[in-house]
């Protein structure tokens, strides 16, 4: 892939930070994606990457889940990631060397808002769950317009974090009020990121320039059976994760809030019931020519 002579062992953007946009360390991201990305998302991610297309550069690639999941089932296609966080590149870089897919894959440290790369170079670029954690969306989107060439196509995929809900053997209200409380004081801490972007992007993307816009949604959805009381302890860790992310004390207001609605769900009835539980929250999917 042409990457305007950049190695993966270049630092074409020196100013780029050492630390995560995200605010999790390395595990906390793993474990996070792992949870809910499933095979139903790897698909609309394939689906959405126009035929043809045989570069993608990913921007926000942190671990390295896009290439893993997408590459195999995309043969012809060639990926670079770029990120802010040269520790999780250099995590990946290793973690892939020397299997199926280090051929077909490359990593440079640089952000969205200045992509280490020519005019006109790649044929996609794919924004996964990043522009949510970018302090310019519109900077980003118009970067990625520059380096794409004629015919390319960006790919964003990104959540609306204010549209999660919960449930167990049927939808819990206070439980997604509560939670939906923490998520607007995380929303605060980081603005201007916005982790409620998702239905934003379409619009930002026009005005960056993109002619030819396209939205899809996919539903996000992580679902078990099991008890109360596992499910409880599932939902306080990613509490926790949403927090710690935005920098939120542990005994901000609305977490201990959402903390006692969790306590009061779980002790209406035997902890150890048993039913169908899990969290939904809607992805948008735009791809822009």
């Given at each position: 892939m042409r990457d305007d002579g950049a190695s993966p062992s270049?630092?074409?953007?020196?100013?780029?930070?050492?630390e995560s946009a995200d605010?999790?360390?390395?595990?906390?991201?793993?474990?996070?994606?792992e949870s809910w990305w499933d095979a139903g998302f790897t698909r609309a991610l394939?689906?959405?990457?126009p035929?043809?297309?045989?570069?993608l550069v990913e921007v926000g690639c942190g671990l390295g889940h896009v290439a893993r999941k997408v590459l195999p089932q995309a043969p012809g296609l060639s990926y670079l990631g770029v990120d802010v966080d040269r520790a999780r590149l250099a995590e990946t870089r290793e973690d892939l060397e020397g299997g199926p897919l280090a051929e077909r894959t490359r990593f440079v440290a640089g952000s969205g808002e200045a992509l280490p790369l020519g005019d006109e170079t790649t044929d996609v670029v794919l924004f996964c769950m990043t522009l949510q954690h970018v302090a310019s969306p519109a900077d980003a989107l118009r970067e990625s317009r520059r380096v794409l060439r004629p015919g390319g196509a960006l790919?964003?995929?990104?959540?609306?974090?204010?549209?999660?809900?919960?449930?167990f053997d049927g939808p819990l209200e206070e439980v997604t009020r509560s939670f939906a409380a923490v998520i607007e004081q995380c929303r605060e801490a980081r603005a201007?990121?916005?982790?409620?972007i998702g239905?934003?992007?379409p619009g930002l993307a026009r005005a960056a320039g993109f002619g030819d816009v396209e939205m899809r949604v996919h539903a996000i959805f992580v679902t078990r059976y099991e008890t109360a009381r596992e499910c409880r302890a599932k939902w306080e860790e990613m509490l926790r994760l949403f927090a710690h992310a935005s920098d939120l004390p542990d005994n901000a207001p609305a977490v201990g809030a959402c903390r006692e609605a969790l306590d009061r769900w779980?002790?209406?009835g035997d902890p150890e019931r048993v039913g169908h539980c899990g969290t939904t929250v809607p992805v948008f999917v735009t791809i822009a020519g």
């Open positions: 270049d630092d074409p953007n020196p100013a780029a930070a050492d605010g999790l360390t390395a595990e906390e991201l793993r474990r996070g994606r394939v689906e959405a990457i035929d043809g297309c045989r570069e790919v964003a995929a990104e959540p609306d974090n204010l549209g999660q809900r919960w449930f201007p990121a916005d982790l409620a239905p934003q992007v779980l002790n209406a």
